[in-house]
């Protein structure tokens, strides 16, 4: 069973920076694309960014020009740069991993923007 393991949240002061990790317990052949999502309490999961296989990245609105979607294929993990942080941005953070008929989630590393 494959695992993707989230980690790097915390609490951070507005305009600060925090890099998320997603790294899986093995090698998951088929994966074509990472994604990061968040959620905050009573909001809908929503979409962040996303990379592909080939490199190409996607991002939200919210947060194009702030945050930074990367993967390492060697350490089969996924990153998100996160600078300029605001108090919105508090929310869980999840990773997703996705290919033909795959379909893994992390658990989630909670990011608090507070003074």
């Known amino acids: 069973q494959v695992q993707l393991v989230e980690s790097g949240g915390g609490l951070v002061q507005p305009g600060g920076s925090l890099t998320l990790s997603c790294a899986a317990s093995?090698?998951?052949?088929?994966?074509?694309?990472m994604h990061w999502y968040r959620q905050s309490p009573g909001k809908e999961r929503d979409f962040l960014a996303t990379i592909t296989s080939g490199g190409t990245t996607l991002y939200a609105d919210s947060v194009r020009g702030r945050f930074t979607i990367s993967r390492d294929n060697a350490k089969n993990t996924v990153y998100l740069q996160m600078n300029s942080l605001k108090p919105e941005d508090t929310a869980e953070y999840y990773c997703?991993?996705?290919?033909?008929?795959?379909?893994?989630w992390g658990q989630g590393t909670q990011v608090t923007v507070s003074s």
């Open positions: 093995r090698s998951i052949f088929g994966i074509r694309s």
């Open positions: 997703r991993w996705s290919g033909l008929g795959l379909d893994y």
